[in-house]
């Protein structure tokens, strides 16, 4: 029988999986979707364990919001230059300009890239799995029906 706690159980853990997923795409291959894909999982899956955080002050998932907050700004720092970028570029065609604005963008797209590359590769995903797994078997543990 399906209960909150079974359903809440099944939605972290799906969260959680798409997060570690996205994680490891984006060390393989980092464009425009999978740093889309990342700051989806990591908004998605902050967003639940705040959720469970006002459902239970003891939860430990402030932990695990804690260890994704550098990874979600980093991300989102080069997202938003690539935003900004396709944007500008649409406009420059638009008016038939030539592309000096979104060129310049795309150098600082570049060394925000080179930047995030470095981050994304050394940053380790581990602590969020332990934050992670402590939050879950708080979860399997919560006095929920």
């Known amino acids: 029988m399906k209960t909150l706690k079974t359903e ?3 939605c972290f853990d799906q969260l959680d999986t798409y997060v570690h997923l996205s994680f490891l795409e984006m060390q393989r291959d980092c464009r425009k979707g999978t740093i889309h894909a990342l700051r989806v999982a990591l908004k998605r899956f902050r967003a639940l364990l705040q959720m469970l955080d006002a459902l239970d002050p003891h939860f430990a998932g402030k932990p695990a919001i804690k260890k994704l907050k550098p990874l979600f700004e ?3 720092k ?3 230059l690539q935003i900004l970028d396709a944007i500008l570029h649409a406009q420059e065609e638009k008016l038939q300009m030539e592309h000096v604005h979104s060129a310049k963008i795309r150098q600082r ?8 590359d470095e981050f994304i590769h050394s940053y380790s995903i581990a602590d969020i799995r332990e934050a992670s797994l402590q939050a879950r078997s708080h979860l399997l543990h919560l006095g929920l029906r």
Not at 110 to 116: D, I, L, S
Request: hydrophobic fraction near 60%; glycine fraction near 12%; charged fraction near 20%.
């Open 8 to 10: 809440l159980i099944a």
């Open 109 to 116: 797209i570049g060394a925000q890239q080179r930047f995030f």
């Open 74 to 76: 980093e991300a989102g």
């Open 78 to 80: 080069l997202r938003a």
